[in-house]
């Protein structure tokens, strides 16, 4: 997901641009319009991709073993 500091950022900015009354509208209305986009890409956060990213790995590194482990016993039986 976008970070709100970056939607607020940009909202300062367009406000800082702009100082008169329809510049609060129109903040409002660049704030939705880009938190819509934002939100249709279906974005996750850095840290939660990294999560992720450990996860598979792990699991990786198990199915690995445990393929090895498969491949042993039929050598066996």
Same mark, same amino acid.
């Given at each position: 997901m976008? $970070?709100?500091?970056m939607?607020?950022?940009?909202?300062? $900015?367009?406000?800082?641009? +702009?100082?008169?009354?329809?510049?609060?509208?129109? /903040?409002?209305?660049? $704030?939705?319009? !880009?938190?819509g986009?934002?939100?249709?890409?279906?974005? +996750?956060?850095r840290? /939660?991709?990294?999560?992720? +990213?450990? !996860?598979l790995?792990?699991?990786?590194?198990?199915? $690995?073993?445990? /393929?090895?482990r498969?491949?042993e016993?039929?050598?066996?039986g």
């Amino acid at each position: 997901m976008i $970070r709100p500091e970056m939607l607020n950022d940009l909202a300062a $900015r367009l406000s800082a641009l +702009v100082a008169t009354s329809p510049a609060k509208d129109l /903040e409002k209305n660049a $704030r939705a319009l !880009l938190g819509g986009l934002f939100s249709q890409f279906d974005l +996750v956060a850095r840290e /939660e991709f990294e999560v992720q +990213v450990t !996860l598979l790995e792990k699991a990786e590194q198990r199915l $690995r073993a445990l /393929e090895a482990r498969i491949a042993e016993l039929e050598q066996r039986g």
